[in-house]
C-alpha cells in the first residue's frame, strides 16, 4: 500500500505487523501521483488530491483511504465507475476541530490575535482590550450537526452558551437524543437560527449542495454584530460576500479554512480575507494535534485491516440503496459449486444480482444465502431454484416495484 501523506508511525507498523508491505511517499503531489500507483493496493491520503488520473493508473487499485472526514479532494465518481472502493474515518478528528472552533470563539470575544500583535509591538492599549461581550449566555448556532457539530455542542454548553441548531430531514432517533441531553434547541429552520444566534459555527461537507452556502442572503440574515466560524471548508463561503459584510457591518469572523489555500504545508497566501482585520485565522489545523493526528492513524489501519476481510468501512461511492426488485432467500447445504449453479441460472432469466450475502449454520451442515436480484421473479423461477442439487429451500422474502427508466 502506498501512503501519499505522511501518518503516524504507530498505525503504519501496526499494519506491516499484520503483514502488508507499507510504501511512505509524502512528497507525492496530484501531479505526481499517478506515476507511482501502479502496482499497489491500497492508496492512503490525507490533503493530496486524487484525480481519474490517478485512479485510471491504479492498474492494481481497489480501495482509496482519506484519512479524515471529507472526500472531496478524491474523484469518487470516477473511483465508482473504476470499482475502486473509497473510505474515510470520520469522527476521529472531531475533538479537535471542535477545541478549535472555540479557540477561534474566545480569540475573537477577547480580542487575543491583535492584543498579542500589539504587546509583541510593545503597545498597551488596556482601554480596548478589555471591551469584550463575554460568551456566557450567548446563543450558540451550529449548522452541521455531524460528529464535529456534536463536539462543538457539548463544549458549549460547558461555557454557558445556549446551542441552536435547524433540523434535517433524516437526522436519527440517536442524535436526537443526544441533543436533548445536551440541551440543544432545534429551531424551526435557518432563517431562525440566523436571527437568533450571536456565533454561527459551520460543520458542513464541501460539497456541491453547500458551495457558497454562505452568501450575501445568508449574512444578511444574521445579527449585524454576530461572529461566523468557519472549520469545515473554504468553498462553503462566499469570499467576496463575506468581506463585503465584514466592513458594511459589525459583524467578524473567524476562520480556519479559505477558499485558495496553498496546496503544500508551506507556502504563501494571497488572501484579502486572511488580511481583514476583523478576521481571527488560522492556517486550516482544525484536525492537526497529536491526539487527533494517532486517532485518524489507527481509524485508517482499521478500514485497512476490514477491506482485507472483505467489508468496506465507511465506503462514500457505494449505492446507499441498490437497484432491486426482490430479495431471495438461498437454504442450501454447504456444499461446492451450489451457488454457483443459483447465480448461472439467475443470469440465464437475466436476474441482476445487487447484493449477496452467504451465511452458514453452526455445524457446517446448511448455509443461508440472501441475494437481492433486479428483475422479475416468478414461482417457475423458485421452482427452478428450488430443484438445484443441494438446494433445500428458494423462498421471496420481500419485493419492491422496479425502478423508473
Keep these: 500500500m502506498l501512503f501519499a501523506d505522511s501518518l503516524a508511525p504507530s498505525a503504519i507498523q501496526r ?29 492512503v491520503v490525507r490533503s493530496t488530491r486524487v484525480t481519474a488520473t490517478t485512479l485510471e ?47 477561534l470563539m474566545f480569540a475573537i470575544d477577547r480580542h487575543i490575535a491583535p492584543a498579542t500583535a500589539d504587546l509583541r509591538a510593545g503597545h498597551w492599549n488596556k482601554q480596548t482590550y478589555s471591551k469584550a461581550r463575554g460568551l456566557y449566555g450567548s446563543t450558540l448556532g451550529i449548522i452541521g450537526m455531524g460528529a464535529i457539530g456534536l463536539e462543538v455542542a457539548r463544549r458549549a454548553g460547558a461555557c454557558g452558551l445556549r446551542v441552536v441548531t435547524e433540523p434535517r430531514p433524516g437526522r436519527s432517533p440517536h442524535t436526537h437524543r443526544k441533543l436533548a441531553d445536551m440541551g440543544v ?88 480575507l486572511a488580511r481583514h482585520h476583523k478576521v481571527t485565522a488560522t492556517h486550516h489545523i482544525g484536525a492537526s494535534t497529536q491526539q487527533s493526528q494517532a486517532a485518524v492513524a489507527e481509524g485508517t489501519a482499521e478500514v485497512i485491516e476490514a477491506y482485507r476481510t472483505g467489508v468496506a468501512r465507511d465506503c462514500v461511492n457505494l449505492e446507499q440503496v441498490p437497484n432491486r426488485t426482490a430479495t431471495l432467500s438461498i437454504r442450501h447445504y454447504d456444499r461446492v459449486g451450489v451457488l454457483a449453479c443459483v447465480l448461472q441460472e439467475l443470469s440465464r432469466r437475466h436476474l441482476n444480482v445487487a447484493n449477496m450475502q452467504n451465511r452458514i449454520f453452526s455445524g457446517s451442515k446448511a448455509a443461508v444465502a440472501i441475494i437481492e436480484v433486479s428483475g422479475t421473479l416468478d414461482d417457475e423461477v423458485l421452482k427452478v431454484l428450488g430443484g438445484i442439487e443441494h438446494v433445500i429451500c428458494a423462498t421471496v422474502l420481500d419485493t419492491m416495484p422496479a425502478a423508473a427508466p
Excluded at 444578511?220 to 469545515?232: E, G, Q, R, Y
Aim: glycine share 10%.
Design 185 to 272: 434547541e432545534e429551531v424551526p429552520d435557518r432563517a431562525t437560527l440566523l436571527a437568533v444566534s450571536d456565533i454561527v459555527s459551520l460543520h458542513v461537507p464541501g460539497d456541491r449542495t453547500t458551495s457558497g452556502m454562505v452568501d450575501a442572503a445568508f449574512l444578511a440574515a444574521m445579527k449585524p454584530d454576530a461572529v461566523l466560524i468557519n472549520t469545515s471548508r473554504g468553498e462553503v463561503v462566499d469570499e467576496a460576500a463575506l468581506l463585503a459584510a465584514l466592513d458594511a457591518t459589525e459583524l467578524r469572523a473567524g476562520l480556519d479554512v479559505f477558499a485558495d489555500e496553498p496546496p503544500e504545508a508551506l507556502g504563501r497566501i494571497s488572501s484579502e
Design 15 to 43: 499494519l506491516r505487523t499484520g503483514g502488508d508491505e507499507c510504501v511512505v511517499e509524502p512528497s507525492l503531489t496530484a501531479e505526481s501521483l499517478p506515476g507511482h500507483i501502479g502496482g499497489f493496493d491500497v492508496l
Design 57 to 103: 493508473a491504479g492498474n492494481r487499485l481497489g480501495l482509496v483511504v482519506r484519512a479524515g472526514a471529507g472526500t472531496n479532494t478524491i474523484d469518487t465518481h470516477r473511483a465508482a465507475e473504476l470499482g475502486i472502493f473509497v473510505c474515510k474515518v470520520p469522527g476521529r478528528n472531531a475533538i479537535a476541530v471542535a477545541e478549535l472552533t472555540l479557540g
